[in-house]
């Protein structure tokens, strides 16, 4: 049988406008977060990935490996839980919770506001974690330095290559969850090979952040 395809182009053109001018009003806010952070010499990383791919843990064992040596905040989003800032703040590092209600992203004027409750003057490093969405957070920029994206073989063979747009423009990807491949039947190097055939230039690193493998790799390529 044949394949039937409804194009994008296809889609609804009444929203376009106004979803242009949204992308544009976030990319402006997001450039004027990066003014801040860099006014303040505070480096941002931004963590995306799906509900349960491990980006709480991910930030959790860089934070606990670089907390001697850096001050550190995470900022972290979520629709109405503050699960992942609860774990984070256990810890004893500084955590904001944003809630975003029905929002699946965050976007750079909730940043903004995070950002003007902390003291920035006291800081080095901010970890950003997105909503867990693979789709809209790859358009909505939030004026972080560096994009972490974590994808867990949990998810799935076809992760990489159905949310192309997020991988895109992430410099790190962490392939999560290594030891779960086998009983998953995900091959893992494929995935790797759909990362690299989208972008190339990212920095990507297989991980059991659980258990704390791969982390100081990933602190590396962050240059941390
Ligand atoms: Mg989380
Ligand atoms: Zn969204």
Do not use: W
Request: charged share 30%; with cysteine; aromatic share 4%.
């Amino acid at each position: 049988m044949s394949r039937i395809v409804v194009g994008e182009d296809e889609g609804e053109v009444l929203d376009i406008e106004l979803e242009e001018s949204i992308v544009k009003r976030n990319m402006m806010l997001a450039d004027e977060n990066r003014r801040i952070l860099d006014d303040n010499r505070v480096r941002a990383i931004d963590v995306m990935g799906a509900t349960g791919s491990g980006k709480t843990t991910l930030i959790l064992q860089v934070c606990r490996r670089l907390k001697a040596k850096y001050r550190i905040a995470v900022i972290k989003g979520d629709l109405t839980s503050s699960i992942d800032s609860d774990i984070i703040l256990k810890e004893g590092i500084l955590s904001i919770q944003v809630n975003t209600g029905r929002e699946c992203h965050l976007d750079a004027s909730q940043i903004r506001r995070a950002l003007e409750k902390l003291d920035l003057s006291n800081l080095d490093l901010i970890f950003i974690e997105n909503v867990g969405n693979l789709i809209c957070p790859a358009e909505f920029p939030l004026g972080s330095h560096k994009r972490i994206v974590v994808v867990s073989v949990t998810e799935g063979p076809y992760t990489v290559v159905k949310h192309p747009f997020m991988f895109m423009d992430a410099d790190i990807v962490v392939i999560n969850k290594m030891d779960l491949a086998e009983a998953m039947k995900v091959d893992p190097d494929k995935l790797l090979q759909d990362v690299r055939s989208i972008n190339p230039k990212a920095y990507v690193v297989k991980a059991r952040c659980r258990d704390g493998v791969g982390v100081d790799e990933v602190i590396h390529a962050l240059g941390l």
